[in-house]
């Protein structure tokens, strides 16, 4: 999503704010214009939310194992020294240093600095008397070469870091979700007070005239009676709106924070921006109809489990690998010159070979069997997600299409009541209606103007679910 530049400046002034200690003041949210826009509700949210922050320690996760994983293939230098006097005799004063280089197939290159002298110093550990130098290779030819510890943990590292993104994305989505249906609930509890305090206005002014015609002797006393319960009744609902309002700001300000971890109380002169959703679509920056192949392919859930795959892929590779007999050669370059390159040749040499293999396999064919069941429960994993997102989306898509049909026909009824209750208005004035009749029509007018409400709440609630199972809100 592309947040306005704008989320800055009012982070200020909510700290601002915050600071000066505001008292709530109900009549001054109503008439003040000063609006929270979701856009600007949810940069605020995506930048300084402790959680949007912790999502982020989990791609810095996979960064330090990837760091970890790449320090398997760091030259090494190695010292090794023993020494041993007895009663005056020098039995052995041994130095062996070696600097050693991994590379990636099983190949590991050496150069190895080795200094024996002592009286008891086993003859095959002799050496010329400045030293003896040694430059050589060890490798793998059969078990480890293709496939060995050391490569397998870094590729799967590298995947890691590419799950470790995916997961975030998904962590931060899931944050800014939350946030976007606690804001239209904010907004439904908003618009629902503004319609009680309306009706409220209406209710004290018909009120008024009923005792002025009464008083007059052009209405009956039970009329001021009626006029005065209904009053009563619509001060009722204002005050259990005015309440769900103040816990809906209350619920929003959880998602407020500033720098450092300061936690933040919306001022109560701002109010939810009543054009949300007009915007809605532009703010989510996603189309119902913008679903296409590739955005399921790129979808998180899948990404995640499709690198998985590999890794267990690269996990059976070394498993499989394991099945081969251990061939390990060496073959070292002996000179006591080293710096005539000339002397090192194939008449002077150390060379070595190590074979083993086990017997019956047991170990290794029960771990590749086990590789290959990881595989296939990810595979059926990933097919299963890929139709479940498939389901999900299309469900969300008829339920929008719903909501939105049900929207037209409710502000159908709107408009139907508001002529019924301007009827029975005009025939109660020429003496032909009863007030009864006005207040149970109005009541049924509020009672639409809510549902309506409602609806739109619920259209503006799956297009955030829309975006949410598209894992599109943080984009």
């Given at each position: 999503?592309i947040?306005?530049?704008?989320?800055?400046?009012?982070?200020?002034?909510?700290?601002?704010?915050?600071?000066?200690?505001?008292?709530?003041?109900?009549?001054?949210?109503?008439?003040?214009?000063?609006?929270?826009?979701?856009e600007e509700?949810?940069?605020?949210?995506?930048?300084?939310?402790?959680?949007?922050?912790?999502?982020?320690?989990?791609?810095?996760?996979g960064?330090?194992?990837?760091?970890?994983?790449?320090?398997?293939?760091?030259p090494?230098v190695?010292?090794?020294f023993n020494?041993?006097?007895?009663?005056?005799?020098?039995y052995?004063n041994?130095?062996?240093?070696?600097?050693?280089?991994?590379?990636?197939?099983?190949?590991?290159?050496?150069?190895?600095?080795?200094?024996?002298?002592g009286?008891?110093?086993?003859?095959?550990?002799?050496?010329?008397?400045?030293?003896?130098?040694?430059?050589?290779?060890s490798?793998?030819?059969?078990?480890?070469?293709?496939a060995?510890?050391r490569?397998?943990?870094?590729?799967?590292?590298?995947?890691?870091?590419?799950?470790?993104?995916?997961?975030?994305?998904?962590?931060?989505?899931?944050?800014?979700?939350?946030?976007?249906?606690?804001?239209?609930?904010?907004?439904?509890?908003?618009?629902?007070?503004?319609?009680?305090?309306?009706?409220?206005?209406?209710?004290?002014?018909?009120?008024?005239?009923?005792?002025?015609?009464?008083?007059?002797?052009?209405?009956?006393?039970?009329d001021?009676?009626e006029?005065?319960?209904?009053?009563?009744?619509?001060?009722?609902?204002?005050?259990k709106?005015?309440?769900?309002?103040?816990?809906?700001?209350?619920?929003?300000?959880?998602?407020?924070?500033?720098e450092?971890?300061?936690?933040?109380?919306?001022?109560?002169?701002?109010?939810?921006?009543?054009n949300?959703?007009?915007?809605?679509d532009?703010?989510?920056?996603?189309?119902?109809?913008?679903?296409?192949?590739?955005?399921?392919?790129?979808h998180?859930?899948?990404?995640?489990?499709?690198?998985?795959?590999?890794?267990?892929?690269?996990?059976?590779?070394?498993?499989?690998s394991?099945?081969?007999?251990?061939?390990?050669?060496?073959y070292?370059?002996?000179?006591?010159?080293?710096?005539?390159?000339?002397?090192?040749?194939?008449?002077?040499?150390?060379?070595?070979?190590?074979?083993?293999?086990?017997?019956?396999?047991?170990?290794?064919?029960?771990?590749?069997?086990?590789?290959?069941?990881?595989?296939?429960?990810?595979?059926?994993?990933?097919?299963?997600?890929?139709?479940?997102?498939?389901?999900?989306?299309?469900?969300?898509q008829?339920?929008?299409?719903?909501?939105?049909t049900?929207?037209?026909?409710?502000?159908?009824?709107?408009?139907?009541?508001?002529?019924?209750?301007?009827?029975?208005?005009?025939?109660?004035?020429?003496?032909?209606?009863?007030?009864?009749?006005?207040?149970?029509?109005?009541?049924?007018?509020?009672?639409?103007?809510?549902?309506?409400?409602?609806?739109?709440?619920?259209?503006?609630?799956t297009?955030?679910?829309?975006?949410?199972?598209?894992?599109t809100?943080?984009?």
């Amino acid at each position: 999503m592309i947040f306005k530049n704008t989320h800055i400046n009012l982070v200020k002034k909510l700290s601002f704010l915050f600071v000066l200690g505001f008292t709530f003041n109900v009549d001054a949210q109503i008439t003040n214009d000063s609006i929270f826009t979701l856009e600007e509700y949810l940069g605020i949210v995506k930048q300084f939310h402790p959680i949007a922050k912790q999502a982020r320690l989990i791609s810095s996760e996979g960064e330090a194992k990837l760091l970890k994983a790449r320090g398997a293939f760091d030259p090494k230098v190695e010292v090794d020294f023993n020494n041993k006097e007895f009663k005056g005799t020098e039995y052995y004063n041994k130095l062996n240093a070696a600097f050693k280089i991994p590379t990636w197939y099983g190949i590991e290159l050496k150069a190895n600095y080795e200094d024996n002298e002592g009286y008891y110093l086993n003859p095959e550990a002799t050496v010329p008397e400045d030293g003896l130098y040694s430059v050589g290779v060890s490798m793998s030819l059969a078990k480890g070469f293709l496939a060995n510890k050391r490569m397998t943990t870094l590729k799967q590292a590298k995947l890691y870091r590419n799950i470790a993104i995916n997961k975030q994305r998904t962590v931060v989505n899931e944050v800014l979700y939350n946030a976007i249906s606690t804001y239209f609930n904010w907004l439904k509890s908003y618009q629902e007070f503004q319609v009680y305090n309306d009706y409220l206005v209406n209710a004290n002014e018909r009120l008024n005239n009923v005792i002025s015609s009464f008083e007059a002797g052009d209405k009956p006393a039970v009329d001021t009676l009626e006029a005065s319960i209904n009053y009563k009744n619509r001060a009722l609902d204002v005050e259990k709106s005015r309440i769900k309002y103040l816990k809906s700001q209350l619920e929003l300000s959880n998602y407020l924070w500033l720098e450092n971890n300061v936690p933040i109380e919306l001022d109560y002169s701002l109010k939810p921006d009543t054009n949300s959703p007009i915007k809605i679509d532009a703010v989510l920056n996603r189309s119902i109809l913008e679903v296409t192949d590739s955005i399921l392919e790129n979808h998180p859930k899948i990404k995640a489990l499709e690198f998985k795959q590999k890794q267990l892929v690269l996990e059976k590779r070394l498993k499989t690998s394991n099945l081969l007999p251990k061939i390990d050669v060496q073959y070292n370059f002996l000179t006591s010159d080293y710096e005539q390159i000339n002397s090192l040749n194939t008449h002077n040499y150390k060379a070595g070979i190590n074979l083993s293999v086990p017997l019956f396999l047991r170990k290794e064919r029960g771990d590749l069997k086990l590789a290959k069941i990881k595989l296939q429960d990810i595979n059926f994993d990933l097919s299963a997600t890929r139709v479940s997102l498939l389901n999900k989306i299309n469900a969300v898509q008829q339920e929008i299409n719903s909501y939105e049909t049900q929207n037209g026909i409710v502000e159908n009824l709107v408009n139907d009541y508001k002529r019924l209750v301007i009827a029975e208005e005009r025939k109660f004035e020429l003496g032909e209606g009863s007030l009864f009749l006005i207040n149970y029509r109005e009541a049924k007018l509020i009672e639409t103007e809510l549902k309506r409400i409602d609806v739109i709440n619920k259209v503006l609630n799956t297009k955030a679910s829309f975006a949410q199972i598209l894992n599109t809100i943080e984009n």
